[in-house]
Nanobody, 127 residues
């Protein structure tokens, strides 16, 4: 079983990044696949999620209009396109697979563990 997150990096404010999360070894269609982020000293923040039925949810008001989540079922991969990045978007972004199949903004936190989590990809936005 593997969730491989990639696409992070260092970018200037206003720039863009596309994160990818490639899944293998489990029944992709049964899971909700999502992203959360966590910066040092800060709480877990749910970013976005696609449920097992294909419904996409965005959790942060600050990301609406800037972040777009998509999925490619043929590749078992989800993407998070992040535009107009801000310094406050700096964090480690984690891809998760929730066996419950539906989205929850707390998925991946200590109080709401999920079955699979990728290794994280660092996003750093300079001002």
């Amino acid at each position: 079983v593997q969730l491989q997150a990639s696409g992070g990096g260092l970018v200037q404010a206003g720039g863009s990044l596309r994160l990818s999360c490639a899944a293998s070894g489990f029944a992709w269609d049964d899971y909700a696949i999502g992203w959360y982020r966590q910066a040092p000293g800060k709480e877990h923040e749910g970013v976005s999620c696609v449920s097992h039925s294909g419904s996409i949810t965005y959790y942060l008001d600050s990301e609406k209009g800037r972040f777009t989540m998509s999925s490619d079922a043929a590749k078992n991969t989800v993407y998070l396109q992040m535009n107009r990045l801000k310094p406050e978007d700096t964090a480690t972004y984690y891809c998760i697979a929730d066996h419950r199949g539906f989205c929850n903004k707390n998925a991946g936190s200590r109080g709401y563990p999920v079955r699979y989590r990728g290794q994280g990809t660092q996003v750093t936005v300079s001002s």
